[in-house]
Nanobody, 125 residues
Framework: QVQLVESGGGLVQAGGSLRLSCAAS????????MGWFRQAPGKEREFVGV????????YYGNSVRGRFAIARDNAKNTVYLQMNSLKPEDTAVYYC??????????????????WGQGTQVTVSS
């Protein structure tokens, strides 16, 4: 049973930073690609970024590129989303997800098999 548990969300002022964590358990994740998505009220789920678990290489969506960074800690089976220069439009529930592939940059939510429960990020202006 794969479990993904996000943490680290909260309320932050515009321009501030937050770091989200996604603790993964239940499998060896070296063959997986881990993604971050977000969903604001009334909007579709949006791709934030993805990291290759084995190489650590990452790819980002246009709206966050240059402000957000994804890293993983193999020893802890944890993926992090460092969010800097936050804007009110970054307000959303943030989800981590695991895709059963070890190459490429899946950016569609349909490509991911396992999902966490989400963590709320609110950025005040």
């Amino acid at each position: 049973q794969v479990q993904l548990v996000e943490s680290g969300g909260g309320l932050v002022q515009a321009g501030g930073s937050l770091r989200l964590s996604c603790a993964a358990s239940g499998r060896t994740f070296s063959s997986y690609t881990m993604g971050w998505f977000r969903q604001a009220p009334g909007k579709e789920r949006e791709f934030v970024g993805v990291v290759n678990w084995s190489t650590g290489s990452a790819y980002y969506g246009n709206s966050v590129r240059g402000r957000f960074a994804i890293a993983r800690d193999n020893a802890k089976n944890t993926v992090y989303l460092q969010m800097n220069s936050l804007k009110p439009e970054d307000t959303a529930v943030y989800y981590c997800a695991a895709a059963l592939r070890s190459t490429g940059w899946p950016y569609r939510s349909s490509e991911y098999k396992y999902w966490g429960q989400g963590t709320q990020v609110t950025v005040s202006s």
